[in-house]
């Protein structure tokens, strides 16, 4: 299904479905691939991915002969607000002072949720694409604050190997305790969020506190 624009004044969104109205936003620069991108207004943006029909979004890096490097898709269930840094506004000499912009901040995504459909000039089969975007849907029929717990523990699941262990989840405890102050109970969370991903198919328990990663 061909993606349709949206006219040019649309904040946030470049193109969308007219069958799923899934919306899009783009990205794109003649560049190698960066963990951080810029983008614009931070009140807008922040506005945007806290909306209930907030954009995926699509981040392209092109050759200058404009053949394409990589071709990602972001789905929008993971944009939430820590991952958008603010930049400090524009000095009182600038055209527009005091404007504040914004960048995506793609460390802080999961890997399952940079879906590639061409990395590193090679193109991703569509199976593989639908595979790995299809996994990570159940995020979007939890709670703002359910998925952001979902969310940071697979973050900090993803710095570990393959095979780990309950131990070592628990060393992010300080971290997830920064991330959520009002929660007291941050170890007990902790093995809640890794049973949610080992029931949507993302990790596999395999007995006496030990896990792995599931493809």
């Given at each position: ?5 949206f006219?040019?004044n ?10 799923c ?6 990205k794109?620069?003649k560049?190698k691939?960066s ?6 207004a931070?009140?807008?943006m922040i506005e ?7 954009p ?12 394409v490097?990589?071709?990602?898709i972001?789905?929008k269930?993971?944009f939430?607000?820590d991952i958008?840094?603010k930049?400090?506004p524009l ?6 002072a ?6 995506i ?5 999961p890997?399952?949720g ?6 590193d000039?090679?193109v991703?089969?569509?199976e ?9 849907l159940?995020?979007?029929e939890?709670s ?6 979902t ?8 710095k ?6 309950l131990k ?6 300080d971290e997830?305790?920064?991330k959520?102050?009002?929660?007291n109970?941050?170890?007990d969370?902790?093995r ?5 991903l080992r029931?949507?198919?993302?990790i596999?328990f395999?007995g006496r ?7």
């Amino acid at each position: 299904q061909p993606l349709a624009d949206f006219a040019n004044n649309k904040p946030v969104a470049d193109f969308y479905c007219a069958t799923c109205t899934e919306q899009y936003e783009l990205k794109s620069k003649k560049a190698k691939l960066s963990q951080i991108i810029n983008d614009g207004a931070y009140d807008t943006m922040i506005e945007r991915i806290s909306s209930d029909d907030n954009p995926s979004f699509f981040f392209l890096t092109y050759s200058p002969q404009l053949s394409v490097n990589n071709f990602l898709i972001i789905p929008k269930q993971f944009f939430k607000p820590d991952i958008i840094i603010k930049r400090k506004p524009l000095s009182a000499s600038a055209k527009r002072a005091g404007w504040v912009g914004c960048n995506i901040d793609l460390r802080k995504v999961p890997d399952s949720g940079k879906v590639f459909l061409v990395k590193d000039k090679q193109v991703i089969t569509r199976e593989s694409v639908t595979q790995q975007f299809q996994k990570t849907l159940f995020l979007r029929e939890q709670s703002i604050t359910s998925r952001g717990w979902t969310l940071d523990v697979w973050h900090c699941i993803d710095k570990l190997d393959d095979k780990f262990n309950l131990k070592q989840v628990y060393a992010f405890a300080d971290e997830l305790q920064r991330k959520h102050p009002d929660n007291n109970h941050v170890k007990d969370k902790i093995r809640q969020q890794l049973q949610v991903l080992r029931d949507k198919g993302v990790i596999e328990f395999l007995g006496r506190g030990c896990y792995q990663k599931l493809s």
